[in-house]
C-alpha cells in the first residue's frame, strides 16, 4: 500500500493473488527453525510487476516496497529453484482451458525480436543486428496459437534468426512434445526447415510474404506471435534490456506474461482499451 493507503495499479487483486500464493516454495528455514520472514511475500511480488510494468531501476522502488535488495533476493531465488516458470505455466494451462482448449498446445509460432541494451550490459552478451540496425540483444520466443509464451531465450543480437531458433525449438520440443508443428516467418527458412525435421522430428512451416506485398501486412498464423511482442513491449522495463544477465532478461519476460494471464483469468469480462479522459479545471 501507499502511503495514502492506495494500491498501486500493478498490485495484486486478493483473487489474483489466491492464484499465485500456493505455487511459490515454503520458506527457508535455517537448522533450527529460522526466523520468519520479515516482509510479506505479497509486496514482494507486487513490487517485481511493478518494476516490470514502470521500468524504474531496482534502487528506485518505493519504499512503502519492501527493501529492493530483499526485493532482488526474491527475484534470483525465485529464477534459480524454477518457481517463475512453475507460476508462469501453471497459468498458462489455465488461461488455455478457460479458453476451452487443452492444457497443452499442438502448433505453435517462433519469431524473434532485436532490442536495444542498456550501456550496463557486457559486450559479452549482445552484439549488432545489422538487419535491423539494432545494438543490442535478440529476444528469441515460441509461443501457442492464442500467443502464450511457451520458451523464450535471449541472446546477442548478432546471433542469425536461423541459429539462435534452435534452442527454442529444442527447449519447446522436451517441454512441450505435444507440439508438432511450428509457424515461422522468412527469416528462418533455409538448412533450419532441415534441420527442425531431422534432428526435432517436427514441421517447422515457413509463411511467406505474398508477392508484391508493400508495406506492413498481416500474416496468417503469425499474426498471434507479434502480438505478443507487442504484450510484452507495454512492460516499460522489457523495451529496453536493461538486466545484466540474459537469464534475468528472460525471467523477467515471464513475469510480464505472467501478469498479463493473471489479469485475464480474473478480469470476468473481455478486455476493453481505455478512452480519452477529459481534464477538470479544480478550483481551491
Known amino acids: 500500500m501507499t502511503a495514502s493507503g492506495e494500491g498501486y495499479p500493478s498490485d495484486l487483486t486478493d483473487e489474483q493473488w489466491a492464484l499465485v500464493e500456493p505455487l511459490l516454495p515454503a520458506p527457508r528455514t535455517g537448522r533450527r527453525g529460522g526466523r520468519r520472514e520479515k516482509h510479506p511475500r505479497r509486496r514482494v511480488v507486487d513490487a517485481i510487476l511493478y ?94 496459437t492464442l500467443g502464450l509464451l511457451l520458451a523464450v531465450h535471449v541472446m546477442a543480437a548478432s546471433v542469425q534468426d536461423r541459429d539462435g531458433a534452435k534452442r527454442s525449438q529444442l527447449w519447446t520440443r522436451l517441454d512441450h ?24 522430428d517436427r514441421n517447422l512451416d515457413v509463411v511467406r510474404k505474398p508477392e508484391g506485398q508493400r508495406g506492413f ?47 485475464r483469468l480474473t478480469r470476468g469480462k473481455p478486455a476493453t482499451r481505455q478512452g480519452p479522459r477529459l481534464l477538470r479545471r479544480t478550483t481551491e
Not at 516499460?236 to 506474461?257: F, G, K, N, Q, V
Open 51 to 144: 518494476l516490470a510494468r514502470t521500468g524504474c531501476q531496482w534502487r528506485y522502488l518505493p519504499k512503502d516496497f519492501p527493501p529492493w535488495a530483499t526485493v532482488y533476493w526474491y527475484f534470483t531465488w525465485w529464477h534459480d529453484d524454477g518457481t517463475v516458470e512453475r507460476i508462469h505455466d501453471t497459468l498458462r494451462a489455465k488461461v488455455r482451458q478457460a479458453d476451452g482448449r487443452k492444457a497443452e498446445p499442438t502448433a505453435g509460432l517462433i519469431d524473434s525480436q532485436s532490442v536495444r541494451s542498456a550501456d550496463t550490459i557486457s559486450r559479452a552478451t549482445s552484439g549488432y543486428d545489422a538487419g535491423k540496425k539494432t545494438r543490442g540483444r535478440k529476444r528469441f520466443i515460441v509461443t501457442d
Open 177 to 200: 512434445p505435444s507440439v508438432q508443428k511450428i509457424w515461422a516467418d522468412q527469416g528462418f527458412a533455409g538448412r533450419l526447415v532441415t534441420w527442425t525435421t531431422d534432428i526435432l
Open 217 to 263: 501486412q498481416v500474416q496468417p498464423k503469425r499474426w498471434a506471435v507479434e502480438r505478443t511482442f507487442a504484450w510484452i513491449t507495454t512492460r516499460r522495463r522489457l523495451a529496453c534490456d536493461y538486466e545484466r544477465s540474459p537469464a534475468h532478461a528472460e525471467t523477467m519476460i515471464r513475469w510480464a506474461m505472467t501478469d498479463l494471464m493473471l489479469r
